[in-house]
């Protein structure tokens, strides 16, 4: 349960928005979701727009009943929709939490949006909210995403095999990625992530 995480936080950086997800973004995520090759490594086919609209209602939610938080990232140069991240798999005994269900799309990739939301999430996580263990779970075969998580300084830990149902009913090996917060100043330094990089909104920062 999220009984000590504000499920109506926005956080910010001079790049993107990110603020929880409303039903209204279905109309907006429909016009960068119908790449059918967007999906391969994610849980749902978000092309179809009766799965999009489910997909949302169910993040709202999961939301609603504080067993999740799911945001929308909006990209602050067009104002419009870039995609949407989520936190879950919270334990507040053992302070640990997962990043993930992340999507971006494809017109916004290459635009460093996706790094701006690891840094937001990330900060929020260990610097406001006192969690220690910050994961990361992907498909095995999903190379862009591994290396991603690589490249910011998440320790991959291992695979569990025949974890989770993907679309057209493949089962996908899972791998595990974190950061733990006594790692959490080396990751910011290595990603250019500190108090004076252009990471920074001149509205206030993360909060």
């Not at 349960?1 to 209204?24: A, F, G």
């Not at 995520?29 to 609209?53: G, M, P, R, Y």
Request: charged share 30%.
């Amino acid at each position: 349960m999220i009984n000590s995480i504000d499920i109506n936080k926005t956080l910010e950086t001079k790049l993107i928005v990110m603020r929880p997800l409303r039903h209204e973004d279905i109309k907006g995520f429909q016009s960068i979701a119908s790449d059918k090759d967007l999906w391969t490594w994610f849980t749902h086919d978000l092309s179809d727009a009766d799965v999009l609209k489910n997909w949302v209602a169910s993040a709202i939610d999961e939301t609603n009943q504080q067993h999740k938080l799911a945001l929308a990232i909006i990209d602050k140069k067009t104002n419009t929709l870039a995609g949407s991240s989520s936190l879950g798999n919270i334990s507040l005994r053992d302070k640990r939490i997962e990043i993930g269900w992340t999507w971006i799309g494809r017109e916004f990739h290459g635009k460093k949006i996706n790094d701006h939301s690891k840094y937001l999430l990330l900060s929020w996580c260990f610097e406001e909210l006192g969690f220690l263990r910050v994961e990361f779970k992907t498909d095995v075969l999903n190379l862009p995403a591994r290396n991603a998580l690589h490249r910011i300084g998440a320790m991959e830990e291992g695979i569990l095999r025949s974890h989770t149902l993907m679309t057209h009913d493949r089962r996908r090996d899972t791998i595990y990625y974190s950061i733990l917060k006594h790692e959490w100043d080396g990751v910011k330094n290595k990603n250019g992530w500190d108090a004076g990089s252009a990471f920074i909104s001149n509205e206030g920062g993360a909060e």
